[in-house]
């Protein structure tokens, strides 16, 4: 039984990501291999795990400066350093969730 509650976006244009932890502290870069507004999926050489809490500073393109998010792993795919991770979002309410969500939007349609 597939759990997911929100619709799952492949950006039409590369959205990328680098990860830090949470004293802010860069861990790798990332590409995002879908997005909701539930979480997102990455294509990553980074090292995590289940549980650990990731600072996103999602670039979208035609954005000028990136969208920071926060949320926690909560499964990972592949090899170490090179493989996939899913990423829940901290919180999906207020207006910097409202924002991500219109960037979400914004990225399923070429410019």
């Not at 170490?80 to 899913?86: A, I, K, L, R």
């Not at 969730?97 to 219109?102: G, I, S």
């Amino acid at each position: 039984m597939d759990k997911r509650t929100t619709v799952r976006i492949v950006p039409s244009r590369a959205v990328t990501a680098l990860l830090e932890d949470q004293d802010l502290v860069p861990v790798a870069l990332a590409r995002v291999a879908d997005i909701s507004e539930g979480g997102v999926c990455l294509w990553t050489d980074a090292t995590v795990r289940a549980g650990d809490l990731l600072i996103l500073q999602l670039s979208f393109p035609d954005e000028l400066r990136p969208f920071q998010a926060a949320g926690r792993v909560v499964w990972t795919r592949g090899e170490v350093g090179h493989g996939q991770c899913g990423v829940a979002w901290a919180t999906t309410v207020g207006p910097q969730h409202a924002r991500l969500a219109v960037l979400i939007r914004s990225s399923q349609t070429s410019h």
